[in-house]
């Protein structure tokens, strides 16, 4: 039997995170229609923008992300402390996001076929990067966290419930589009948005069957209890 490669965990939530911010920066050029997950929080931030010009995507994240960890612990009637460090890690995304959107916005980008690459890519590494942050014991994005506590609470497959979720978020960011710009009115929520809906759950698992067989996941830091508890 081929020895596996040791992945520490807490090399995979950096990475996680980085990857992540890199391919939300990538479908917001491509301006295909971005992920369910982040479409909400994309549409806060171009509306609240309008009058406050210094609330960035980044910003807006961790902000609906707040909301979301509290939403959570009301639902489940329990509270842990890695809810905290869920909230840490969405501020630490915002502020990655908000970099990776300046970085890839200078980037050369021609015609449809472009736009089209670029969000195929970036589709990937979001599924990549989510894949990534649910093999760590360090808290991951409130969005991840309520999938991974929800797959818990209910017994059921953690894939399965990840499509499930992105499907309500875009449902919920299509509302909000309507809401704040007009009826029938699609903003960052397209067509792209709704592939990515029923791709992401089927994509993210299979990167994670993919890295669980090249890769053994395992800690560097002695930390795991701590997270958990």
Not at 47 to 56: C, D, N, R
Not at 84 to 106: E, K, M
Not at 133 to 147: C, D, K, N, S
């Amino acid at each position: 039997m081929k020895t596996k490669k040791v992945f520490f965990s807490e090399v995979a939530y950096i990475l996680g995170i980085i990857v992540l911010a890199l391919g939300t920066a990538m479908m917001k050029r491509a301006d295909f229609g971005l992920s369910m997950v982040v479409a909400p929080a994309y549409l806060l931030h171009l509306k609240i923008s309008q009058y406050v010009p210094a609330f960035s995507f980044g910003m807006a994240e961790y902000s609906l992300q707040a909301v979301l960890l509290i939403i959570m612990s009301i639902s489940l009637r329990k509270f842990k402390p890695i809810y905290l460090f869920s909230f840490v890690t969405a501020v630490i995304y915002g502020f990655t996001l908000d970099i990776a959107i300046r970085f890839v916005d200078i980037l050369p980008l021609t015609g449809i076929a472009g736009r089209i690459i670029y969000y195929l890519i970036g589709m990937v590494l979001c599924a990549f990067g989510v894949s990534l942050l649910f093999h760590t014991y360090i808290a991951p994005e409130a969005y991840e966290l309520f999938v991974k506590e929800i797959s818990a609470k209910s017994g059921k497959d953690i894939n399965v419930i990840k499509t499930v979720y992105d499907c309500v978020s875009c449902l919920v960011a299509i509302m909000l589009s309507f809401a704040f710009f007009g009826l029938w009115h699609f903003e960052g929520v397209k067509l792209g948005t709704v592939i990515c809906a029923f791709a992401n759950g089927f994509l993210i698992g299979s990167f994670s069957k993919m890295t669980e067989t090249v890769f053994d996941f395992k800690d560097a830091l002695n930390l795991r209890e701590k997270f958990e508890k």
